[in-house]
C-alpha cells in the first residue's frame, strides 16, 4: 500500500514519509494484475509508475514540495504556540496553522496523506486554550504589578494592562465566558483603585486643612461611584461614609 504523510509517534508531521517510492502494476493474489492509479489525476495504467504517496511522475514533485513545506509551517506554528507568551505572535500562527491545515486537507481527501482531519477537529480546542492561557498569564503579571504598586494610580495603570490583554482576546474569541469574567473582575478592580485613588487625595486635602477641597474629592468620589450599575457591598458602605463626611466638612 503507498505512504501517506501522516503524524509520527511523537504527534509531528513526519515529512520522511512523502520520500517517492515507484512501483509499477501490482499483483494482487485474489484480484490479479491491478493497474497503477494517480490519487491525484486519476491517470491509470498497467505502466503507469506510481510513487510512495501514490502519485503518478507528474504530480509526485509539485506535490510533494507542497507538502513538505506545508509541514514544515505546521510544525514551527505548533513550536511557537507553545512557547511564545506574546498573544499577537500565537494568534497569527493559529491562523497560519489553520491555513496550512485546509491546505493539506485536500490531499486527505484523495488518500494522499492522513492526520490532518484529526488535528483539525482539535484545531478549536488548541485555539482557545492557547489565548485563555495568554490572556491568564498577562492578567495574572499585571495584577501582581497593581498590588505592589506604591500609589492607587500607579496601581490603575498596572492593572490597565490586563484589561488590554482581554480586550485582545475578547476580539478572537467574542463572547468567551471565561474572558468575560475575566472582564467582570479586573474592572471591579480597576474601579476598586481609582476610587481610592480619589479618596486619599480627599484624605490628603483634609490633613493639609483645604476643607473645600477635600468636600470636592468626596463628591467626585460619590458621582464615579453612582456611576458603577452594580455596585458591591464595600462600594455601597463607601458611599454611605462619603456622604457623611461630606456633611461632617460642611458644618
Not at 30 to 42: D, F, H, L
Not at 92 to 113: F, P
Not at 162 to 172: D, Y
Not at 183 to 193: C, L, W
Amino acid at each position: 500500500m503507498p505512504n501517506q504523510a501522516h503524524l509520527n509517534s511523537t504527534g509531528r508531521i513526519d515529512t520522511m514519509s512523502v520520500r517517492p517510492r515507484a512501483f509499477l502494476s501490482m499483483w494482487c493474489p485474489e484480484r490479479g494484475i491491478v493497474m497503477g492509479q494517480c490519487k491525484n489525476c486519476g491517470n491509470k495504467g498497467f505502466f503507469l509508475s506510481i510513487s510512495g504517496l501514490g502519485l503518478c511522475d507528474s504530480c509526485h514533485p509539485p506535490i510533494a514540495v507542497d507538502i513538505n513545506q506545508r509541514m514544515g509551517i505546521i510544525n514551527e506554528s505548533m513550536n511557537l504556540i507553545q512557547s511564545s507568551n506574546v498573544l499577537k505572535t500565537q494568534t497569527h500562527r493559529l491562523e497560519l496553522l489553520k491555513k496550512n491545515l485546509d491546505a493539506l486537507y485536500k490531499y486527505e481527501k484523495k488518500g494522499i496523506t492522513r492526520g490532518i482531519t484529526k488535528l483539525l477537529s482539535m484545531y478549536d480546542m488548541l485555539r482557545e486554550e492557547t489565548i485563555l492561557k495568554s490572556v491568564k498569564a498577562i492578567m495574572d503579571a499585571a495584577i501582581a504589578k497593581a498590588t505592589a504598586a506604591p500609589s492607587a494610580k500607579l496601581s490603575v495603570t498596572a492593572a490597565s494592562k490586563a484589561l488590554e490583554a482581554i480586550t485582545s482576546g475578547l476580539q478572537e474569541l467574542p463572547d468567551n465566558e471565561v474572558l468575560l469574567d475575566y472582564m467582570h473582575d479586573i474592572n471591579k478592580y480597576i474601579d476598586d483603585a481609582k476610587l481610592k485613588s480619589i479618596l486619599d487625595a480627599a484624605n490628603l486635602a483634609e490633613f493639609k486643612d483645604k476643607t473645600n477641597r477635600a468636600i470636592d474629592l468626596y463628591k467626585e468620589a460619590l458621582f464615579f461611584l453612582n456611576g458603577i450599575e452594580e455596585k458591591d457591598q464595600w462600594q455601597l458602605e463607601q458611599i454611605a461614609e462619603i456622604e457623611t463626611r461630606i456633611k461632617e466638612l460642611s458644618q
